[in-house]
């Protein structure tokens, strides 16, 4: 067997994923059709939450600086983070090819592998494994894997290869996007709307401006040669009044509101993730995020399968929670759409929206749905308000040295925080030493509320509270801590 995991794609999920399985032990192995990476970069940041992954994993700290902001928007309308406590803020400016970077120096960190100018061919799954047929530098191979994941985009091979669906709504719009020296425009950080549709422009880097044009009619077609910067350029003058014509231009693209998504995330031994899963309209850099969300989520079960302890089931937990959380980011990302390039007619609708987001629980709740902090997993008993959700971002002292929650996870392990200093819990998931640290801590602030984060936590190794007592362990009156050690980590050893 070449590998237990093959992962096909080196893109931010593909990458991530990669990681996951690498700092659990697991061998696994990434196929990239590029020879080299592209260096273009669609995403210009990542939101709140694919920022706690990243911390939690210890290389936030590997991108260098970079502008934080707490703010976001909805369809162009202006939103704040800072509505949740203990959340990391989003991050501007760091392109992807930046991301990728500092993700695949992890990589080589962990010893993981990725074999690039490898292209998928074919795929044949069985009962014992799955067969990759690829063409190489050295001439086609086949390799052995005991599972696959698709990271390879939205016109994902593995994704067509294994007979997924992918069902949704058509593109209706072609959309320019160009990276550009020497033009200056007036910024339009979230878009500005325009009676011809709306544009988009910000700095980039030194001397570099990134445009993006949005034109009403403007139906995507089949192209027989790649978009010009001429075209890029006709548009935004259309748009704006601004000439950009003799600015010389980086990276030209063209992208659609099309909305897609696989109808199953699993078929067997094969996987989706990220843009091979579910494709939107760039908003808010959605489409990346959840894609490393999708990779935090699949990668620590992934692992524990191949490791032999993962609980009966578990696999197929990966597309009961993040299914959803696809199906919820095509919804939204629709409806941005709609705000967004409605023109003139959805004029009235910004304008009413605007007025409903003054009130804190309407904010909050867009806030939530497009960093994806208010996603919360089915977790069983219980209704304390972290069950299921992510673990916020707090200080805690741990053997009087300060440290924080994020800290606590970059092991990849699972987590059972006392808070209580109550000795029964170790005790009780003595049973589970090899897969969960038991941590006693106290909050470093002593003015911090502690009822809002129980007295003691199971956390996932992506970062999702699994099981809380208040009270210890002996009083809580789902019981202790075994039923969702077992649930979520398998059987204790003997």
């Not at 800072?82 to 695949?104: C, I, K, W, Y």
């Not at 969300?293 to 993040?322: C, F, I, S």
């Not at 996603?375 to 069950?387: F, T």
Request: hydrophobic share 40%; with cysteine.
């Amino acid at each position: 067997m070449e590998s237990p995991v093959i992962i096909v794609g080196a893109g931010p999920t593909g990458v991530m994923l990669a990681g996951e399985l690498g700092l659990a032990g697991a061998d696994v192995l990434v196929l990239e059709k590029l020879a080299e990476p592209s260096g273009e970069s669609r995403g210009l940041g990542f939101g709140p939450r694919t920022m706690e992954v990243f911390a939690q994993r210890g290389i936030l700290e590997d991108f260098g600086e970079f502008a934080r902001s707490s703010a976001g928007h909805f369809g162009g309308i202006p939103l704040d983070f800072a509505v949740f406590d203990g959340a990391h803020f989003s991050v501007n400016g760091v392109p992807q090819s930046r991301t990728e970077a500092v993700l695949g120096r992890w990589l080589d960190r962990l010893g993981v592998e990725v074999r690039r100018g490898v292209e998928v061919t074919g795929i044949d799954a069985d009962a014992d494994g799955v067969d990759v047929h690829v063409t190489a530098p050295g001439g086609p191979a086949t390799l052995r894997a005991s599972y696959v994941v698709g990271c390879d985009g939205g016109r994902s091979t593995v994704r067509a290869l294994a007979g997924f669906r992918f069902e949704g709504s058509a593109p209706t719009l072609e959309m320019y996007l160009a990276d550009v020296e020497g033009v200056e425009v007036k910024p339009r950080l979230i878009g500005e709307h325009t009676s011809g549709g709306m544009a988009m422009a910000g700095p980039i880097g030194a001397g570099v401006t990134r445009v993006i044009s949005c034109e009403l009619g403007n139906e995507p077609g089949e192209r027989t040669a790649p978009l010009a910067y001429a075209e890029v350029a006709a548009a935004w003058k259309r748009l704006t009044g601004e000439d950009i014509a003799d600015g010389r231009p980086l990276w030209v693209s063209s992208f659609t509101d099309a909305a897609r998504q696989a109808t199953e995330y699993r078929r067997g031994r094969v996987f989706l993730a990220g843009d091979a899963a579910h494709i939107c309209l760039p908003a808010g850099g959605q489409g990346m995020n959840t894609g490393v969300q999708d990779a935090a989520n699949l990668g620590w079960k992934l692992a524990a399968q191949v490791a032999g302890w993962a609980p009966e089931g578990l696999l197929d937990t990966y597309h009961a929670e993040r299914h959803p959380v696809g199906a919820r980011l095509l919804r939204n990302t629709r409806a941005q759409g709609m705000l967004t390039l409605g023109g003139e007619a959805a004029r009235p609708l910004r304008d009413v929206l605007a007025e409903l987001m003054v009130y804190d629980e309407v904010a909050r709740h867009l806030a939530g749905m497009v960093s994806g902090l208010d996603i919360r997993y089915e977790m069983g008993p219980g209704d304390h308000p972290l069950l299921g959700r992510r673990m916020p971002h707090i200080d805690v002292v741990v053997a009087g040295t300060k440290t924080t929650t994020g800290e606590l996870l970059r092991s990849g392990r699972g987590l059972l925080l006392d808070l209580s200093g109550n000795p029964e819990l170790r005790t009780a998931a003595s049973g589970w030493g090899d897969r969960v640290d038991v941590v006693t801590a106290a909050l470093a602030d002593p003015e911090t509320d502690s009822s809002a984060y129980a007295d003691a936590l199971l956390i996932r190794p992506d970062g999702h509270v699994a099981w809380t007592a208040s009270g210890g362990a002996g009083e809580n009156p789902d019981g202790g801590p075994g039923e969702a050690l077992t649930r979520w980590f398998g059987r204790p050893r003997t």
